[in-house]
């Protein structure tokens, strides 16, 4: 096993970004090749610092102030009367703990809930509050779905770059058709015009006999 992923083992899997990085695999990495420092999970809390401190052989530091607080467990929790059924919950949620659908109530699967808190700010009713719990956490399920979540993702993005390359191409397409047929009225309105124009004169010169 790498030393990143052991590193990625001890942390919570509550891919909450306060480390200030896209996911804890992401920050288990950059600590691994030393760009960040062993301090900066706030849900791992002093325990996850110290069980870090001891696999990489330094010394435990202070939470960094800067990524957050430690805090007893939380998970989120939706107030289903103001839910407008955006679905921006549903998308900022790492572990898809949130269900629901367009324009219809959402409500967060408590035993799935990392307590990430990523979908509290784009809510635009402001519906979604942290509320402590006593479920405990579930790094590895949590881990297997953030690795689903962004496989999803992935493919989601994948096939709206295909779709729209398929868009352009059907466009490039209609536009050539559209080049094609207006050159060739333009041929066809040159070639008329040059016997029109011979016409006239066979016409002028017959009234003049």
Excluded: W
């Excluded at 939470?63 to 939706?78: C, H, W």
């Excluded at 094609?180 to 009225?185: E, G, M, Q, V, W």
């Amino acid at each position: 096993m790498t030393l990143a992923a052991r590193i990625d083992a001890i942390l919570p899997q509550t891919q909450c970004t306060r480390c200030g990085f896209p996911s804890c695999r992401d920050y288990a990495q950059a600590i691994a090749s030393g760009e960040a420092n062993l301090n900066q999970c706030p849900p791992g809390g002093a325990a996850g610092i110290v069980a870090l401190a001891e696999l990489l052989g330094r010394s435990p530091l202070p939470l960094n102030p800067a990524n957050g607080v430690e805090k007893p467990r939380e998970i989120a929790l939706i107030d289903e009367a103001v839910c407008i059924g955006c679905t921006k919950c549903i998308a900022a949620c790492p572990v898809d703990a949130i269900v629901g659908a367009q324009k219809m109530m959402h409500t967060v699967i408590a035993d799935e809930c990392s307590g990430c808190e990523l979908c509290i700010a784009p809510c635009p009713v402001d519906c979604i509050a942290m509320i402590p719990t006593p479920i405990p956490a579930k790094p590895e399920k949590y881990r297997a779905r953030y690795a689903i979540h962004t496989h999803r993702e992935l493919r989601r993005e994948t096939e709206r770059a295909a779709e729209l390359v398929a868009r352009k191409t059907r466009v490039d397409a209609g536009e050539a058709v559209a080049a094609a047929l207006a050159r060739a009225r333009a041929k066809k309105k040159m070639a008329v015009a040059p016997a029109g124009n011979a016409e006239a004169r066979t016409s002028g010169t017959t009234e003049k006999s």
